[in-house]
């Protein structure tokens, strides 16, 4: 093991939180608990950014797959921090197979790919047709994060319609994607809902997820109940 990973671990422990552990593991099944040592998340950022000034982690990125749950997330908040977009996109598709829950999926965002965001685009679109669920659940934060604002098109809408999974952890990050675009393109999004495309467990969901969120107003909320499968 190189040093620079055996002392991130050494950090990590030392910053153990049984309690959470506990919660944690509860929230991550597909995750073996004997990984999950019990750190919270603004620790592990805390934790992350020391260990970034160092300049020496390289190594630590190159050993994959990690033993540890939380490895995996200073891997992801290492490369969260990298300026260079071309060496950050590097270092994500190489890490991307090994992201194994939807806590690293979900938590993991660059800085550097909302200023970058025509060749973000290409990427996402090979990543929407991934094999890997965690890739495709990725591909799709990704375009809710970056591309339901400035720059928005149903193009985009259309590509995460267009994703045909049976996975639970893709089919969910839909339904999230799909209620937070009613949220900010409602009439772009309210048309696919009406035109029931989605398989019935994204739609549904959907709905439920929209209903619930203090950004979409009782007119709406009524009419998208109507909605339901």
């Known amino acids: 093991m190189e040093a620079f ?21 509860k929230l991550i099944p597909t995750v073996d608990p004997s990984t999950v040592i019990g750190v919270r998340k603004p620790d592990l ?17 190159s050993t994959l797959p990690h033993r540890y749950h939380e490895e995996n997330f200073i891997h992801a908040m290492l490369i969260e921090q990298m300026k260079d977009f071309s060496i950050a996109i590097e270092e994500t598709e190489r890490f991307l197979p090994y992201i194994t829950n939807w806590e690293v999926c979900d938590s ?26 965690y890739t495709v659940r990725f591909a799709v934060k990704m375009l809710m994060t970056h591309f339901l604002d400035d720059g928005f098109s149903k193009e985009y809408i259309n590509l995460v319609a267009g994703v045909s999974s049976e996975e639970y ?13 009613l949220a900010k393109q409602y009439s772009e999004t309210v048309s696919l809902l009406e035109s029931h495309v989605l398989p019935v467990r994204v739609h549904n969901k959907t709905i439920q997820k929209a ?14 109940r109507t909605l339901k499968r």
């Open 5 to 25: 990973e055996e002392k991130a671990i050494s950090s990590l422990f030392a910053l153990q939180d049984i309690k959470y552990k506990e919660f944690d593991q």
């Open 108 to 133: 993991f965002s660059p800085k550097c790919f909302k200023k970058n965001k025509a060749f973000l685009l290409e990427r996402i679109q090979q990543w929407l047709v991934s094999s890997d669920e």
């Open 45 to 61: 950022r805390k934790l992350a950014k020391e260990l970034f000034k160092e300049s020496r982690y390289e190594a630590f990125l």
């Open 211 to 224: 209903v619930e969120s203090y950004r979409i107003s009782d007119e709406q909320k009524r009419y998208l």
């Open 169 to 181: 952890y893709v089919m969910m990050m839909q339904a999230w994607y799909f209620a937070t675009a």
